[in-house]
């Protein structure tokens, strides 16, 4: 809380590509560089959010998924016949690879 507090007053030597950080929430450009111009220890979170080009492959380690796709009135679906931006019902199903205590 003291952190972010520090950040919005504009109080923190936290710089991105050379120029002060003037929030606490900033977008990050390909590239970026994060610099603590300070002499103080400073502890950041970083959250990263995208959307893969091409769906992975269901799968996991220690357990299994299954996806269905599903138009809205419910009927299944290939997801790959469907058009951009249609909308469907996903189930994802997850089950383990093996019983618990099993390894």
Same mark, same amino acid.
């Given at each position: 809380?003291?952190?972010?507090?520090?950040?919005?007053?504009?109080?923190?030597?936290?710089?991105?590509?050379?120029?002060?950080?003037?929030?606490?929430? #900033?977008?990050?450009?390909?590239?970026?560089?994060?610099?603590?111009?300070?002499? #103080?220890?400073?502890?950041?979170?970083? *959250? #990263? *959010?995208?959307?893969?080009v091409t769906a992975p492959a269901a799968g996991g380690k220690g357990y299994t998924l299954l996806r269905e796709y599903f138009t809205m009135e419910g009927a299944p679906v290939d997801p790959a016949q469907v058009s951009l931006g249609t909308r469907l019902v996903t189930v994802l199903t997850v089950r383990p690879d093996s019983a618990e205590g099993d390894a």
């Open positions: 809380m003291m952190a972010a507090q520090s950040l919005s007053d504009g109080n923190s030597a936290l710089t991105l590509n050379g120029v002060a950080l003037g929030s606490a929430v #900033a977008d990050l450009p390909e590239g970026a560089v994060l610099a603590n111009g300070g002499g #103080a220890p400073i502890t950041i979170t970083l *959250t #990263a *959010t995208g959307q893969p």
